[in-house]
Structures are given as C-alpha cells and as structure tokens.
C-alpha cells in the first residue's frame, strides 16, 4: 500500500520526542515539500524510522540535536528515490566497528561502555526491511562527532509516477 513518507515520519518523531526531551535532546525536521509515497508495510517504515531516531536518542548525550531530512531525486533511468537521512550529535562509531553494526546482536563499545540498553537487533531488522522494500541503507560516523544513517526507498510503484 502507498505509504505517505512525511506523514510516517512526523508520526515517528512526535512519538520520540517526549523520550529525546526527556535526554535533553532535540528533534528537527526537514522534510521534502512533496508528498511523497512509498509503496510499503506502514507499520514496518515506522519501524525502520523508529529504530534510527531510537538509536540516535540512545546515543547521543543532552545537549545534543537529531535532525531528519527527506528528500528526492531521480536516477538516470526516471526512478525516483526517497532519501531519509537522520543525523545526530553523538557519540559516534569507530572506523572498525561500523562494518559490523547490521550484524545481528553486534552492539559497538559505545553501546558497552555507556551500559546503554538495548539487544543490537535493531539495525538487523532495519537493514532487513530496507532491502525487502527495494532500498538500501548507509552509515556514515566520526567517533565523538556523531552519525548520520541514510535510508534510500524507491518512489511509489514502478512505472505509476507517469500520470
Ligand atoms: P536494539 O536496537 O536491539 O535495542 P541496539 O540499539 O544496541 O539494540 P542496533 O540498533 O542494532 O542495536 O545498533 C547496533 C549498534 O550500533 C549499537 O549498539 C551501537 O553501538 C551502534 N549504533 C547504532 N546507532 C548508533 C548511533 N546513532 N550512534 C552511535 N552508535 C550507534
Ligand atoms: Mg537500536
């Protein structure tokens, strides 16, 4: 079913944001004026942008900001993506560890040292949905600095945005 993007992520966001504030962490958006539509399980896009804002959240500390962006491009054969991308102000992972982190129940020493909760599914999951929708999903960090995961998700069905 066509899955209204900005609607599923103002929805994740405003759910989050009491726990972020609770951290002393803020929420921003920046979404993309179109009203995009992803052909998608609306529970399971929630639950790909729950689990990133979820982890930006946990492993940022007060003070810090999260900021979600949308946007969209068209690649050179006409299909359009959707890019989300969720940033933060955190701790950041190292160079070494950032290969592992979609490996199931791998958490990285942030997550150790902090004794921050959590099981290290998380991202397995969200890698695993992003993929079943046809999408793909990277992570950029720099350990201190923080961490930016894009999510890219093709645009409506196949051959439906010629209208
Ligand atoms: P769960 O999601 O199952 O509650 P988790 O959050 O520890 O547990 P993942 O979401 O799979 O597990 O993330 C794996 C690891 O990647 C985390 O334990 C943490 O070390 C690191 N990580 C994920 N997101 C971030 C982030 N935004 N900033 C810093 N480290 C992160
Ligand atoms: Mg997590």
Avoid: C
């Amino acid at each position: 079913t066509p899955v209204r993007l900005a609607r599923t992520l103002e929805i994740v966001t405003g759910a989050l944001r009491p726990l972020a504030k609770v951290q002393n962490v803020t929420i921003a958006t920046a979404l993309a004026p179109e009203d995009l539509e992803i052909l998608a399980d609306e529970v399971q896009l929630q639950q790909v942008f729950t689990n990133l804002v979820s982890n930006a959240i946990k492993f940022t500390p007060g003070g810090g900001q999260i900021d979600v962006a949308s946007l969209t491009r068209a690649d050179a054969d006409g299909t359009r993506w959707a890019t989300v991308s969720v940033s933060d102000t955190g701790m950041g992972i190292s160079s070494d560890e950032i290969a592992h982190i979609f490996t199931r129940f791998y958490r990285a020493s942030n997550a150790m040292s902090g004794a921050v909760p959590g099981t290290g599914l998380g991202l397995a999951i969200t890698q695993d949905i992003v993929q079943r929708h046809g999408g793909r999903i990277d992570v950029t960090s720099e350990l201190g600095v923080g961490t930016t995961v894009t999510v890219n998700l093709p645009v409506g069905a196949r051959g439906s945005q010629e209208t």
